[in-house]
């Protein structure tokens, strides 16, 4: 592995700041809102994203001042905030440094969104290209994306500087306690590590062929995600071609790719004609209050969880009969929420008290494609939803009638 000093470089102490006159502006209503149409439990409103530029909705988290920061795929300007009172939407301008290397890519963020317990969001730079196969860009002389903290409150962002040269970021995880930031790379799958007190990164190499879409991490400070076994030595307890867990644990710096498989189809068997995705292992995954992680996989949609404790992993069900959970999160009331389907997503509910999954139906039948790449949901019970691979950069809304405002 090699890790690699930060604490000296010049860009730790510039920041770009977002000038009073934007700060403070009014924001805008959003535009191009669709009238709202009816599951069987929930109201759905249509909110399009106004950048122009903008493409699809990737990654999104709840602020502690109550607003909903967006990730976007787009040019420079990369980042919204919603604000869930009356749902106006406002560009928060350009946030990555320009680079001329990949001029004509698209930046985005693609779950690399993260609070810290301060309050200050961390943003890692991705791109648009292939998982796989990135036949558009020649990572040669590319420096790397940069990780960004952003301070809403003073509407700040500090550049931390590349993460690990000749990849761009891909996912993200934080750490509880805010000491570290984990996350992985395109095109070469890279898991990587930013200590926050040092700020040193540390890049522990090639993780597998792609086998998520997500890194979670637990209560007590350790990193998930999944590998793929393309060969499995004689006598080794892995199966060729299956999917395990891999974690990372801080303290003892310790990246470890375990034998605790995943219920997943084999990786020959995934393809992006059947369901948008290079992965088959996590394809979303989230943390609940009670310590259990849960996490869906591509292929098939399975529902699944583990209690860290003991590393055991529990088929809880298959919510869709098709491919891809690519949005997963625990609710107020201990409910975990979910969308999958390909091509058009579905919204699930599963109670972990009684154990009962139930489907509420398409979301937006009149759209042919419509994938839900991230979501959040509200104290109140609403559900935030950003789309992806459509071009069209909306989120929806989802009101459940019993608490509409």
């Known amino acids: 592995m090699r890790t690699q000093s930060l604490t000296r470089r010049s860009f730790l102490k510039q920041s770009i700041a977002v000038s009073t006159t934007t700060l403070f502006a009014p924001w805008p209503r959003a535009f191009g809102v669709t009238p709202s149409r009816s599951m069987k439990a929930y109201d759905v409103k249509e909110l399009r994203v106004p950048v122009v530029e903008a493409n699809a909705v990737t990654a999104m988290v709840l602020g502690d001042d109550g607003l909903l920061y967006c990730g976007l795929t787009g040019k420079r300007r990369v980042l919204a905030a919603l604000d869930p009172r009356d749902d106006s939407i406002r560009d928060l301008g350009e946030v990555f440094p320009n680079d001329l290397k990949t001029s004509g890519i698209l930046d985005k963020i693609h779950n690399a969104l993260v609070k810290a317990p301060d309050g200050s969001l961390y943003i890692g730079q991705g791109l648009n290209v292939s998982d796989a196969y990135p036949r558009d860009f020649h990572s040669h002389g590319y420096e790397g994306g940069h990780l960004i903290r952003y ?29 570290y930031i984990a996350g992985y790379t395109i095109p070469g799958n890279r898991f990587f590590v930013h200590d926050l007190a040092s700020h040193t990164v540390t890049d522990y190499g090639r993780i597998s062929q792609m086998a998520h879409h997500n890194l979670v991490c637990d209560a007590a400070g350790v990193t998930w995600g999944c590998w793929n076994c393309a060969l499995a030595p004689k006598g080794a307890p892995v199966r060729t071609d299956g999917c395990y867990l891999m974690r990372y644990e801080h303290e003892r710096r310790l990246f470890e790719r375990t034998t605790i498989e995943v219920p997943t189809e084999p990786f020959r068997n995934v393809s992006p004609a059947k369901n948008k995705s290079w992965a088959n292992g996590f394809d979303s995954a989230c943390c609940a209050r009670d310590g259990a992680v849960y996490f869906g996989t591509s292929l098939p949609a399975n529902l699944c969880r583990f209690k860290p404790s003991d590393g055991k992993v529990e088929l809880l069900g298959r919510p869709v009969r098709s491919s891809r959970i690519p949005a997963l999160a625990e609710a107020a009331n201990g409910h975990i929420i979910g969308f999958g389907g390909f091509p058009q997503m579905q919204l699930f509910v599963f109670d972990p008290r009684t154990r009962k999954l139930e489907n509420h139906g398409v979301v937006l039948p009149h759209y042919k494609l419509c994938i839900f790449h991230a979501m959040v949901v509200l104290p109140d019970g609403r559900i935030y939803a950003g789309e992806t691979d459509s071009s069209r950069a909306n989120i929806y809304c989802l009101t459940p009638r019993s608490t509409k405002r």
């Open 151 to 179: 301070q809403p409150g003073a509407g700040l962002f500090t550049d931390l500087g590349p993460q690990v040269r000749g990849e761009a970021i891909q996912g993200m995880t934080m750490d509880p306690r805010g000491r």
